[in-house]
C-alpha cells in the first residue's frame, strides 16, 4: 500500500501544474436582476426562505430555500447577511444532498460555486474597502487584513464551499487553492475562532491532515485541531467524520478512525439541540459510508 501512495503523491506533484480554476466575482451586485420591493414584500419571502431552511433534511425544501434566498439577495444585493445565508443554503444542498448521487457531481460542483459567488457578494456589500481592494487585483490573502469579525460567515462559507469545490474538481486544483483557503480561514482563526461550533479548528484539522508533507502536512497539528474543536462542542458530528477522514487514516490509526465514526452512527444527531439535527444525520449518512471503506484505508 505504501508503494501506492508513493506514486499517487509523485503523480500528484505533476499534475500541480494542471488544476483546475474558476472566476471570482467580486461585483456589488448578483448575477440576478435587483427589483424593488415593499418592506412588506421582503418579509414574506424572508420567512418563507427561513421556513424552508428548518426543513433542509428534504432536498427540495433546501432547494426552495436556495431559490428564496436568491431571491433576497437579488432583491437587497448590499445585504450581506440575505447573501451568507445563500451560500450556506447552497452549501448544505451540494454536501448533504447531491454529494450522494455521482451523477449529481456536476450540479454539485456549480452549487459549490453558487455557494462560492454568494459569499463573495457579502463580502463586497460589508466592506467597501475590501471590494476596492479585489476589483484592483489584490489577492485575497492581503485583502482579507482589512476585514473585520462581521465578516467572519461569509469568510467561512466561502471558504468552506470553495474547498469543497476545488476537492472535487481534484488534488491539483485543490492545492492550486490551498494557500488561499488556508489564509481565509487563518483570518476567520484570529477573528472568531469559535464561530460555527470552533469551524477554523476543524479546517485546520483537515488542512495538516489532508495535505502532503512537502505541502504542509503535519498529523501532529491535524490531531490538535480536531481535539480543541471536540472539546468545545462533542456534539457536532462532522468534526468527528472528518477527523476520521483525514487525520485518522493519514496517521494509519484505526482505533481512532473507528471511534469517531461509530460514535457519530450510534449518536442522537440532536444531542446538541434540534437545530443541528439535519447537519449531524447527513454526517451520520457520511460516517456509515465512510467506515465500509476501513479495509482500504488502513494496511
Same mark, same amino acid.
Given at each position: 500500500m505504501r508503494g501506492v501512495v508513493r506514486a499517487t503523491v509523485l503523480v500528484m506533484v505533476a499534475m500541480l501544474g494542471c488544476g483546475g480554476g474558476r472566476e471570482s466575482n467580486w461585483e456589488t451586485t448578483p448575477d440576478q436582476p435587483t427589483v424593488q420591493t415593499t418592506e412588506e414584500e421582503r418579509t414574506s419571502p424572508s420567512q418563507q426562505a427561513a421556513e424552508a431552511w428548518a426543513g433542509?433534511?428534504?432536498? @427540495?425544501?433546501?432547494?426552495?430555500?436556495?431559490?428564496?434566498?436568491?431571491?433576497?439577495? /437579488?432583491?437587497?444585493?448590499?445585504?450581506?447577511?440575505?447573501?451568507?445565508?445563500? /451560500?450556506?443554503?447552497?452549501?448544505?444542498? @451540494?454536501d448533504c444532498h447531491l454529494s450522494f448521487d455521482e451523477a449529481k457531481k456536476e450540479e454539485m460542483m456549480s452549487t459549490y460555486d453558487a455557494g462560492t459567488r454568494a459569499a463573495e457578494r457579502a463580502l463586497v456589500a460589508l466592506s467597501s474597502d475590501f471590494a476596492d481592494r479585489m476589483r484592483a487585483g489584490t489577492r485575497i490573502e492581503e485583502a482579507v487584513e482589512v476585514l473585520d469579525a462581521t465578516a467572519v460567515p461569509?469568510?467561512?462559507?466561502?471558504?468552506?464551499?470553495?474547498?469543497?469545490?476545488? /476537492?472535487?474538481?481534484?488534488? @491539483?486544483?485543490?492545492?492550486?487553492?490551498?494557500?488561499?483557503?488556508?489564509?481565509?480561514?487563518?483570518?476567520?482563526?484570529?477573528?472568531?475562532?469559535?464561530?460555527?461550533?470552533?469551524?477554523?479548528?476543524?479546517?485546520?484539522g483537515v488542512f495538516y491532515g489532508r495535505a502532503p508533507s512537502f505541502a504542509g502536512g503535519d498529523v501532529e497539528r491535524s490531531r490538535e485541531h480536531f481535539e480543541t474543536s471536540l472539546r468545545h462542542?462533542?456534539?457536532?458530528?462532522?468534526?468527528?467524520?472528518?477527523?476520521?477522514?483525514?487525520?485518522?487514516?493519514?496517521?494509519?490509526?484505526? @482505533?481512532?478512525?473507528?471511534?469517531?465514526?461509530?460514535?457519530?452512527?450510534?449518536?442522537?444527531?440532536?444531542?446538541?439541540?434540534?437545530?443541528?439535527?439535519?447537519?449531524?444525520?447527513?454526517?451520520?449518512?457520511?460516517?456509515?459510508?465512510l467506515i465500509t471503506q476501513a479495509d482500504d484505508l488502513f494496511e
Open positions: 433542509r433534511d428534504d432536498e @427540495a425544501s433546501i432547494r426552495r430555500a436556495v431559490e428564496l434566498y436568491g431571491q433576497l439577495n /437579488s432583491a437587497e444585493p448590499n445585504n450581506a447577511e440575505h447573501a451568507v445565508w445563500l /451560500s450556506r443554503s447552497n452549501y448544505f444542498l @451540494a461569509a469568510l467561512y462559507w466561502r471558504a468552506s464551499n470553495l474547498g469543497k469545490w476545488a /476537492s472535487a474538481d481534484g488534488f @491539483a486544483t485543490l492545492l492550486s487553492y490551498k494557500d488561499e483557503i488556508r489564509a481565509v480561514m487563518g483570518r476567520c482563526l484570529e477573528l472568531d475562532r469559535e464561530f460555527f461550533y470552533y469551524g477554523p479548528d476543524r479546517y485546520f462542542h462533542p456534539n457536532y458530528f462532522a468534526t468527528r467524520v472528518l477527523m476520521a477522514q483525514d487525520y485518522a487514516t493519514k496517521a494509519q490509526d484505526r @482505533a481512532v478512525f473507528e471511534e469517531q465514526l461509530n460514535t457519530v452512527i450510534n449518536g442522537d444527531p440532536e444531542a446538541a439541540g434540534p437545530e443541528l439535527g439535519p447537519e449531524n444525520r447527513c454526517e451520520q449518512r457520511k460516517a456509515r459510508n
